[in-house]
């Protein structure tokens, strides 16, 4: 699957991290926040559990069943691996 990333400044120098499927629109839900691009038509694996550059754990599995997959607030913006 390909995503676009979008990202937005947190407290401390952190982001966080918002994927939608590639071309689509960010969700009603989530455009409350001023969300600026940070990449277009990233590869993500099939089977990836997490996105470990965006802290961003089950991707595919937040989008199936929202639309979008965001940041954990655990790890928010912190590029260390997730446990």
């Excluded at 089977?47 to 937040?62: C, F, H, M, V």
Aim: charged share 30%; glycine share 4%.
């Amino acid at each position: 699957m390909r995503l676009d990333i979008y990202k937005r400044p947190e407290s401390g120098g952190k982001f966080s991290y918002l994927a939608v499927p590639e071309g689509k629109a960010i969700p009603q839900e989530a455009i409350s926040v001023d969300w600026e691009i940070a990449e277009r038509a990233v590869n993500v694996d099939d089977n990836a559990d997490d996105l470990p550059k965006y802290s961003i754990e089950t991707p595919l599995r937040q989008i199936r069943d929202k639309a979008y997959a965001i940041t954990s607030v655990a790890t928010l913006g912190d590029p260390t691996p997730m446990p």
